[in-house]
């Protein structure tokens, strides 16, 4: 089992960035995917941004396609997203998970994920 922590959260108003960083123990990620998620209050986790750890697929919801990179540091074994021109939309709980499933390249479901990070807020204002 892989475990993960993110960091990088925060306010920040409208039109500004953020990046998020998920560093990942226990065991090589190599072989896994990768994915960022969020959960605004009263709504349900959705997925945001993922990524093959090796390899070069990489996979972005559409509300952030184009305002959010995903990326990853192999020898710090830490994943990034960096987000620019946040809208207070994007205010949410963020998780980065890890999927052991070698199929598909990239899951968006969050139940094919097996290892879970505790969170980090992101409140945009406007």
């Known amino acids: 089992q892989v475990q993960l922590v993110e960091s990088g959260g925060g306010l920040v108003q409208a039109g500004g960035s953020l990046r998020l960083s998920c560093a990942a123990s226990?065991?090589?990620?190599?072989?896994?995917?990768m994915g960022w998620f969020r959960q605004a209050p009263g709504k349900e986790r959705e997925f945001v941004a993922g990524?093959?750890?090796?390899?070069?697929?990489?996979l972005y919801a559409d509300s952030v396609k184009g305002r959010f990179t995903i990326s990853r540091d192999y020898a710090a074994n830490t994943a990034y997203l960096q987000m620019s021109s946040l809208e207070p939309e994007d205010t949410a709980v963020y998780y980065c998970?890890?999927?052991?499933?070698?199929?598909?390249?990239?899951?968006?479901?969050?139940?094919?994920?097996?290892?879970w990070g505790q969170g980090t807020q992101v409140t945009v204002s406007s």
């Open positions: 998970a890890a999927s052991i499933l070698p199929y598909p390249p990239v899951p968006t479901r969050g139940p094919l994920y097996s290892s």
């Open positions: 226990g065991r090589t990620v190599s072989s896994y995917a």
């Open positions: 990524l093959r750890w090796s390899g070069s697929s990489t």
